[in-house]
C-alpha cells in the first residue's frame, strides 16, 4: 500500500478536494473514497475527531483513492 501511495497515478493516490454541497451532513464514511483527514478553518482534523462526525460545506477533504475514482459521488 505505501508503495502504492508513493507512486503517484498507479494504484492509490493521497489528495484533497473540497467537500460537495451533497456531500455536506453526510458521515466521511459516504464519500467516495477514504477520508484521512478533514481540513476545517484552517485545522487539520483525524477523520476519527469526533468535531468531524458530519461533513460541513466548505470542509476541505484529504483521502486515499485509487487514481481513476478521484471523483465524489453524484
Same mark, same amino acid.
Not at 498507479?10 to 493516490?13: A, E, K, M, S, T
Not at 489528495?15 to 454541497?21: D, I
Given at each position: 500500500m505505501l508503495a502504492d501511495l508513493l507512486d503517484h497515478g $498507479?494504484?492509490?493516490?493521497l489528495?484533497? $478536494?473540497?467537500?460537495?454541497?451533497a456531500e455536506a451532513g453526510e458521515p466521511a464514511r459516504a464519500v467516495d473514497g477514504v477520508v484521512i483527514a478533514v481540513v476545517r478553518g484552517g485545522e487539520v482534523l483525524a477523520s476519527d475527531d469526533p468535531k468531524v462526525a458530519r461533513i460541513k460545506e466548505g470542509d476541505?477533504?484529504?483521502?486515499?483513492?485509487?487514481?481513476?475514482?478521484r471523483t465524489s459521488k453524484p
Open positions: $498507479r494504484g492509490l493516490d489528495f484533497e $478536494r473540497p467537500a460537495t454541497v476541505q477533504l484529504i483521502l486515499v483513492s485509487s487514481h481513476n475514482r
